[in-house]
């Protein structure tokens, strides 16, 4: 098994051209590791996911730099360990996500980790599930636990509930007893998650109470919520977005089916937690005026959060434990593509930096 380390291995990177251009991923070839440090693991990766690279917030928090590394949510087995490691042993099997100032690339043989970025993978769990939901089920748990406290009875509007993410959250907050409506972009998404069933058997009952399908303009979001909940309106609203303005440009058809901020802002219930995804959200006068007679608060999901602070490490750690723990027991069940050979791994992530994968791409070594 070591005998990888001693060979030049390849690594994927992305290339930052000027400003307003696609960026480009290359393969570059990778010397030797560098010594093991008294707290890193030296791990196999058998998988890595592909997400977004948000390299605006790399550049606000000074972490831009030409070449960035690809490919950090992994899962694989530990060659070696440093003399400070108390967590893990060589043998054993692990997923995590490196963090957010890693100089290594997870589209890689091996990598050097930290041990606080990493936990047990539970031997039922296969590699490219492992992978492909751990950042993901940060982000469900980031919202609905410490964003907002789902809880039995509660009531949860996930926004495009089909994808990788919306799947994760659908099933974490079905899991703590809550109602959940959600939205589907299209025909596909509908049916995807009227078929959706909790992991118990005999049940029968859909995760989803109600399927709003937006996909033809025509049905009002705010109206269905407040008519499935009798008027008293949703407890926690998850979105995957918003229209700042009325007027604004939709050129890309998925821009005309998200949710006016005035529609989740009427949907939303006394003392309701409306958690957006929408970096640059804007209030005026009534919109606060509106909050503020409901008693309900707007809190931002930046699933980063976690790395760019150690001092919440070890509910980061639960976090990612009580992930492996219900990808075990199959209360979650991710939305994952069909896993990708590393010889694709640039032309998926072309398309994940595009946003245009509607599953988890996860590539398997």
Known sequence: MLAVCEVTMKALYCQQN?????????????????????????????????????????????????????????SGVVLEVGRKVSFFQPDDEVAGILPLDSEESGLCEVVLVHEHYL????????????????????????????????????????????????????????????????????????????????????????????????????????????????????????????KLYSAEDESTSKSQLLPHKHDIITLLGVGGNWITTERNLQLDPPDSHSLFLKGATVSFLNEEIWNLSNIEQGKYLCILEDIMEKLSSSVFRPQLDEPIPLYEAKVSMEIVQKNQARKRQVIQF
Not at 31 to 46: A, F, H, I, M, S
């Open 18 to 74: 000027s400003s307003g251009e696609e960026m480009t991923f290359i393969f570059q070839e990778r010397e030797n590791l560098p010594p093991t440090g008294d707290n890193d693991v030296k791990v196999q990766v058998r998988a890595c996911a592909l997400s977004w690279i948000d390299t605006k917030l790399l550049s606000e928090v000074k972490l831009e730099k030409e070449l960035l590394p690809v490919g950090r949510e992994i």
């Open 119 to 242: 936990v047990h993978k539970p031997e039922k769990v296969c590699w490219v599930e492992a992978a492909g939901t751990v950042r993901d089920g940060v982000r469900a748990y980031t919202a609905l636990h410490y964003l907002s406290q789902v809880s039995p009875g509660k009531t949860v509007l996930v926004m495009d509930g089909a994808s990788p993410f919306g799947t994760i959250a659908i099933q974490l907050a079905q899991h703590r007893g809550a109602k959940v409506i959600s939205t589907a972009y299209s025909l596909e998404d509908k049916q995807y998650l009227e078929r959706l069933r909790p992991a118990v058997e005999g049940m029968r009952q859909p995760l989803v109470t109600r399927v709003i399908d937006v996909s033809n303009g025509k049905i009002d979001v705010a109206e269905s919520c407040l008519e499935e909940t009798g008027g008293l309106g949703v407890d926690i609203v998850v979105d995957a977005g918003v």
